[in-house]
């Protein structure tokens, strides 16, 4: 099972500081500063949604050019290999996959000659999916759990409120224990009566 952060709606603030520092955490990196996580709301709570590092992980089986594999019990993305081809955003259930610009180092904004024409007026911003921008490259992004830093997840580090945890396979295990204890103490006599069945039929 892969690694993974949940979050606590219920102790979110909506302050947008895991965005911050996710942001911060790669561009010091040299990776893009899209957050790889993002705030939403609703009438009552927030919370940010986060990649759930799948184990089937679509995105993977998607990528024409092998840019996600997984690594280090998590769904890493490779962004010097991504081919902007987008199809990991689509096969992603949770929306988690977004997409961020980038430009060919060493060539300005705007350098057009008389000998090149003009680029085309860029359109209306309809969706992630659907937008593009004349000599930018869309690069996936994708939670990576901070791989690079050994102090772990940005997010989870910065979270004013302790909102968001990182949850590896003994958490996991601890809370099917968990549920598994509250299941019979919740139904002590149908669980009895199958037992007396199983002893039975052995």
Request: aromatic fraction near 4%.
């Amino acid at each position: 099972m892969n690694r993974f952060v949940i979050a606590d709606s219920d102790r979110c603030i909506g302050c947008h500081t895991c965005e911050a520092a996710c942001s911060e955490q790669h561009r010091q990196q040299g990776l893009q500063t899209q957050p790889r996580l993002s705030v939403t709301f609703n009438r009552q709570y927030s919370a940010p949604q986060l990649c759930r590092q799948c184990e089937d992980a679509p995105c993977a089986q998607v990528c024409p050019v092998n840019a996600i594999t997984r690594s280090d019990g998590a769904i890493q993305l490779n962004e010097s290999l991504c081919v902007s081809c987008k199809l990991c955003g689509i096969a992603c259930p949770f929306g988690a996959i977004t997409f961020s610009g980038s430009r060919p180092q060493g060539i300005a904004p705007g350098c057009n000659t008389s000998l090149a024409a003009a680029p085309p007026t860029q359109p209306a911003a309809i969706s992630p999916f659907l937008d593009w921008t004349a000599g930018i490259r869309a690069v996936a992004v994708k939670c990576d759990l901070c791989h690079f830093d050994e102090q772990g997840p940005a997010c989870v580090r910065t979270c004013p409120t302790n909102a968001l945890k990182l949850i590896d396979n003994h958490d996991v295990d601890r809370a099917s224990r968990r549920k598994r204890q509250l299941a019979v103490t919740a139904f002590p006599a149908d669980l009895s009566l199958l037992t007396a069945l199983r002893g039975e039929k052995e």
